[in-house]
């Protein structure tokens, strides 16, 4: 019984020294839909990200990434006409990490041509927004 108690113990102190990923800093949204974007903004807020900035276009995006710096992003598959895929691509060569959003259930063609990355089915909560934030930047920091 005592080994059992030392592994424990050992397993205890190697998941506490482990780094942690704590969500915060600034956030890109990249939502077509502006009702979508500001409550994805709001739990982004709760989270404790200090700033998030929205982009409804693939345009708006891009022009934000080549003019600012952010640490988090959640992209919308489908901006109307549009697909995030742009911005993904750029979001992962810069290594920041990323989630995608869908409400139609994106064909897994279109989900395998983006990096790789979380997805969530929208309605989107709060709790699935931080647990895809953080298994993202565990995949771009390799954690």
């Given amino acids: ?8 113990a050992n397993h205890s102190r190697m998941i506490s020294s482990a780094p942690k990923i704590s969500l915060g800093g600034k956030a890109l949204v990249v939502e077509d839909s ?10 982004l807020e709760d989270l404790g990200f200090f700033a998030v900035s929205r ?5 708006s995006a891009l022009t934000q990434l080549q ?4 640490e988090y992003a959640v992209l919308d598959v489908n901006l ?14 810069l290594g920041i990490p990323f989630v995608l959003t869908t409400g139609y259930g ?9 990096p790789p990355c979380p997805v969530i089915q929208k309605p989107i909560s709060e709790e699935k927004l931080a647990e895809a934030l953080t298994q993202s930047a565990e995949l771009i920091k390799g954690n």
Avoid: N, R
Wanted: with cysteine; charged share 25%; aromatic share 4%.
């Fill in 55 to 59: 982009a409804s276009s693939i345009k």
């Fill in 80 to 93: 109307g006409a549009e697909q995030s895929l742009e911005v993904a691509k750029v979001l992962a060569e």
């Fill in 67 to 70: 003019t600012d710096t952010f």
């Fill in 34 to 43: 502006l009702i979508i974007a500001m409550d994805v903004s709001a739990m």
């Fill in 106 to 114: 994106a064909s897994p063609d279109v989900i395998d041509a983006y």
């Fill in 1 to 8: 019984m005592c080994c059992l108690d030392e592994e424990i």
